[in-house]
């Protein structure tokens, strides 16, 4: 019993200084930290527009702020339960067929403008296409 005793101390003495010599360091620990900017890119034709990314920022979102910050602009209507419809980027509007198409990352979203959440490095491309 006593033999037992002695074991378990002497386990218990070397866990505590195993854990206070791993905690316990000699001067600072270093690290090195990246900072990347969180921004996505709009295109429209021709035209590159980058935008900084906020956290839960969707494309309508993004677009309002990019209209207030540059020459971008567009149009559009607001449906409740569904979201924003885009009727004209940058004074071309939908008409005779042709609508503009939300791309993003070279493939055409799945969702709307008000559903797409932005992530960094995000490529937003819109396309002046024949509808669907």
């Known amino acids: 019993m006593k033999t037992k005793f002695i074991l378990i101390g002497a386990v218990f003495a070397v866990v505590i200084t195993t854990a206070f010599i791993y905690t316990h360091r000699e001067g600072p620990v270093q690290q090195t930290v990246q900072v990347f900017s969180d921004v996505a890119t709009f295109k429209v034709g021709d035209k590159i527009y980058q935008i900084d990314v906020t956290p839960n920022e ?12 540059s020459d971008f602009s567009y149009t559009g209507k607001d449906y ?29 979203s799945a969702n709307g403008v008000s559903a797409t959440t932005l992530k960094t490095g995000d490529v937003i491309e819109w396309k ?4 669907f």
Request: proline content about 2%; hydrophobic content about 35%; charged content about 15%.
């Open 58 to 69: 969707t494309v309508v979102d993004a677009m309002r702020s990019l209209a207030s910050t």
């Open 80 to 108: 409740p339960g569904l979201g924003v419809f885009v009727d004209s980027i940058n004074g071309q509007k939908g008409e005779n067929g042709m609508y503009w198409i939300l791309y993003v990352n070279g493939t055409t």
């Open 128 to 131: 002046y296409e024949k509808s």
